[in-house]
């Protein structure tokens, strides 16, 4: 923002119209919700099998079927039509793998007593400490594999169509896409509620759950919480227009 608009007071208007290389599909946050999930691909598919398939991470954690949510969508992801970005969770997950007993107490906080539990890790408690941390790891890595574990940390950070950016947390929007910082991506930025980006880029994300998915000044929001309220949400992203799916 200019020094004079923040003298006066004036903020930039984002009147961007929405223009994507292709029509697209984008998911929120599953978080463990694997009927959710098969639902709304289903209803997907029914109004555009075609189209390109954008999730915007968080698979994991909070919800009951953590495991077979990652299974689903690792499978899926092979078709060159479906792109899988990774979220905080995802990050916390495998920070959780590499140094469990400085990660652990953090993530089972948040949602990771349940993935164990969905990986088959069981006796874990958010108390825990030290070598049963370890345990716990190696556990999960067993459970998960090489070959899903190299997956989750291959994971892209955004996905870009025409001027719509399809991210897990948020963006800077003082800089163009091309100089986001990862960490950005995937936890948020302090600004992005804010601020309105200038270059006319919409950002597509998930993350912070909304009571209805929605846009507004340039940011398509479409966390609706599966977890806790029963709804997961994808916006239908056409020329001019953004529809939603929830169910």
């Known amino acids: 923002m200019s020094l004079l608009n923040r003298l006066f007071g004036s903020k930039p208007k984002f009147d ?3 223009t994507p290389a292709v029509p697209f599909f984008a998911i929120g946050d599953v978080h463990g919700c694997l009927g959710k999930m098969q639902t709304l691909l289903q209803a997907i598919s029914a109004k555009d099998a075609e189209a390109p398939i954008i999730f915007v ?7 009951e079927q953590s495991a077979q949510v990652l299974a689903h969508v690792m499978e899926m992801d092979a078709n060159p039509n479906v792109t899988c970005l990774i979220g905080n969770h995802e990050e916390m997950m ?5 140094d469990p007993q400085k990660k652990g107490a953090r993530w089972l906080r948040y949602g990771g007593l ?3 539990a969905s990986f088959g890790v069981r006796g874990i408690a958010t108390g825990m400490k030290g070598e ?3 345990q716990a790891a190696s556990g999960l890595r067993e459970a998960m594999g090489d070959e899903m574990i190299a997956w989750l940390r291959a994971l892209p950070t955004h996905w870009v169509s025409g001027n719509i950016a399809v991210v897990h947390a948020a963006a ?5 896409m091309s100089e986001q910082s990862a ?8 600004d992005f509620e804010d601020e309105v980006r200038t270059d006319g880029t919409w950002v597509l994300h998930g993350h912070t759950i909304v009571d209805q998915a929605h846009m507004t000044a340039g940011r398509i929001a479409i966390d609706t919480g599966a977890y806790a309220t029963g709804r997961l949400t994808a916006a239908h ?3 001019g227009d953004v529809t939603f799916i929830s169910v």
């Open 237 to 239: 992203v056409t020329a």
């Open 172 to 176: 800077d929007p003082g800089l163009p």
């Open 94 to 98: 495998l920070s959780f793998l590499d």
């Open 132 to 134: 049963a941390l370890d």
């Open 16 to 18: 961007a119209a929405i």
């Open 114 to 116: 349940q993935t164990l």
């Open 57 to 63: 991470g968080d698979y994991v954690d909070r919800g």
């Open 183 to 190: 960490k950005t991506l995937r936890w948020g930025h302090p």
